[in-house]
């Protein structure tokens, strides 16, 4: 039954992540990849609050393993941040990296406490 929950979550993860990304990157003409880096933080965020409230193990595999597994794209940013360097944007691809770690462990540290407030 796990597996269900998971490939269910992943389902919907999956195309949330495409949507999200060409409605972000559509919205500018930068150079940086916005897109993955706003689902990676918002899979980060909701992993956390997951975490923090404690839920079920079937609500974990539904939404935590499933959603947030397929909505957060760490091999496209990997692809992405080499794209950049072999550009010449070396800079560009040293933030990238920064900011999408600085940013998803910050995201999983409010999520966490969010989590944790709604649990009560």
Same mark, same amino acid.
């Given at each position: 039954?796990?597996?269900? $929950? @998971?490939?269910?979550?992943?389902?919907?993860?999956?195309?949330?992540?495409?949507?999200?990304?060409?409605?972000?990157?559509?919205?500018?003409?930068? @150079?940086?990849?916005?897109?993955?880096?706003? @689902?990676?933080?918002?899979?980060?965020?909701?992993?956390?609050? $997951?975490?923090?409230? %404690?839920?079920? /193990?079937?609500?974990?595999?539904?939404?935590?393993?499933?959603?947030?597994?397929?909505? /957060?794209?760490?091999?496209?940013? /990997?692809?992405?941040?080499?794209? %950049?360097?072999?550009?010449?944007?070396?800079?560009?691809?040293?933030?990238? @990296?920064?900011?999408?770690?600085?940013?998803? $462990?910050?995201?999983?540290?409010?999520?966490?406490?969010?989590?944790?407030?709604?649990?009560?």
């Amino acid at each position: 039954m796990t597996w269900l $929950l @998971v490939a269910v979550g992943a389902a919907v993860g999956a195309p949330l992540r495409y949507l999200t990304d060409r409605a972000v990157q559509a919205r500018h003409e930068a @150079v940086f990849p916005w897109g993955t880096f706003v @689902v990676n933080a918002g899979a980060s965020l909701v992993l956390g609050v $997951l975490t923090g409230a %404690l839920v079920s /193990s079937a609500t974990y595999a539904l939404l935590g393993t499933g959603l947030c597994g397929a909505l /957060s794209t760490y091999s496209t940013f /990997s692809y992405e941040t080499l794209r %950049l360097a072999e550009r010449g944007r070396r800079l560009l691809a040293a933030a990238n @990296v920064g900011a999408s770690l600085l940013v998803g $462990l910050g995201a999983v540290v409010a999520g966490s406490g969010i989590g944790r407030a709604l649990a009560g």
